[in-house]
């Protein structure tokens, strides 16, 4: 299987194979199916909320490219006369500096540095986008979910139920019929703002923002994944942010980190230090909902480090934005590129790194298949 694996990496530069999941499955008997959000998933990679999915060219090329999720630009809510208690974060910034990061343990990687927010056009465009997003979730090519920034009050104020109840039903007409799923975002601007500073402020606002979402749709079914952010409180304080958010369908584990000094988001190795560090410490404490990983997932070793500590698919950003020179594939778009690497590269990808688990007894075949879920579902040690 090694001298397969490195035959595949070679002849999978120019082009992946058609169908990857079922080329791995027949090829190593490895079955990669993972879940996001209530959806089973043919692999576990997809594409987190950001300036890479903000149009149907985007949601097209990875449609065809074989990704198995994307989750929209994050919109800002918006009540019916067209308010928006969250405008501030409706910010228009086209410049991304894609850089390299050194953390503090000294690994080299990568971050996007970016002074923009959320979606920064119409609620109206947004909803044209939410059209095909549903259509394509039904018709079983692609998941794609829109990703949304409501309202969230100070102790002293109620939640402002017109906006969150406008918002909903909205996207539910748009998203064309059966449930509807989305992403509520807990951006790391929000950490850094001073609605962020009190501690049981953030809490009712992870215990509370599911109801507010579900009473919201009117009883049309949804179900709703919290995409946690990185508070500046520490990290017994995370695990406390972890268990709050007990009423969600699925949580995204967790959003960058932020940089009081310089006023910007960040990642790199630094991110998914804290995020898996996190996560351990909170594993076998917790009766979680789901887990969807993010954060500097930048190798299949990672991948399989954040589903080890209990996340059953990844989201990415910057791993799809590198300059071309950094991935080993020779043709092909972004994400093709960067799943040919995932999963293919002989030292770092997740085949290889499957393969070790078994050697190394950590994984065992059932059905004479090595399971990608098996990973996640492990009682811990
Ligand atoms: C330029 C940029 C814009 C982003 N915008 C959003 C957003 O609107 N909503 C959101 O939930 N996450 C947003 N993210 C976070 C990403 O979806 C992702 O969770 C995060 O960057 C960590 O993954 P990565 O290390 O692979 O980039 C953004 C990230 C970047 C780099």
Redesign the pocket.
């Known amino acids: 299987m090694r001298a397969q694996l490195e035959r595949d990496f070679e002849r999978f530069k120019r082009e992946l194979p058609r169908d990857l999941p079922s080329h791995v499955r027949e090829a190593y008997r490895i079955d990669l199916t993972a879940r996001y959000l209530g959806y089973t998933l043919p692999h576990p990679v997809g594409k987190?909320?950001?300036?890479l999915s903000l149009n149907l060219e985007q949601l097209e090329a990875d449609r065809s490219a074989g990704l198995a999720f994307v989750v929209l630009?994050?919109v800002v809510a918006e009540d019916p006369a067209g308010g928006r208690s969250m405008a501030a974060w409706a910010i228009h910034e086209t410049r991304?500096r894609v850089e390299r990061h050194r953390s503090a343990e000294g690994r080299e990687g990568w971050t996007?540095t970016?002074k923009g927010r959320?979606w920064d056009r119409s609620f109206e465009e947004y909803l044209s986008l939410v059209r095909t997003a549903g259509e394509l979730t039904r018709s079983g090519s692609i998941v794609a979910v829109p990703?949304v920034k409501y309202h969230l009050p100070r102790m002293d104020e109620p939640f402002r139920e017109e906006e969150y109840r406008h918002t909903t039903r909205r996207l539910a007409e748009a998203w064309g019929g059966g449930t509807l799923t989305l992403?509520k975002?807990f951006?790391p601007t929000l950490a850094g703002d001073a609605l962020a500073d009190e501690r049981t402020r953030i809490l009712r606002w992870l215990r509370e923002v599911p109801g507010q979402i579900r009473q919201g749709a009117g009883g049309a079914p949804v179900r709703v994944a919290l995409?946690l952010m990185n508070s500046r409180h520490g990290d017994p304080f995370q695990v406390e942010m972890l268990e709050a958010a007990a009423a969600a369908d699925a949580l995204v584990v967790f959003?960058?980190l932020w940089s009081p000094e310089r006023a910007v988001a960040f990642?790199g190795y630094d991110?998914s230090d804290r995020n898996l560090q996190v996560l351990g410490a909170a594993r076998g404490r917790i009766g979680n909902p789901p887990l969807c990983g993010?954060?500097?997932?930048c190798s299949g070793r990672l991948l399989l480090d954040y589903a080890r500590a209990g996340c059953e698919s990844v989201?990415?950003?910057?791993?799809f934005q590198l300059p071309l020179s950094e991935y080993p594939a020779t043709d092909g778009s972004r994400t093709q590129r960067a799943l040919h690497a995932l999963y293919f590269d002989p030292a770092h990808g997740v085949i290889a790194g499957m393969l070790e688990l078994e050697q190394s007894g950590a994984l065992e075949r059932r059905g004479g298949e090595l399971r990608f879920l098996d990973l996640v579902d492990r009682p811990c040690e």
Request: charged residues 20%; hydrophobic residues 25%; without cysteine.
């Open positions: 987190g909320s950001g300036q630009k994050t991304m996007v970016w959320g990703s992403e975002d951006s995409k959003n960058r990642g991110l993010t954060g500097n997932v989201q990415l950003h910057t791993f």
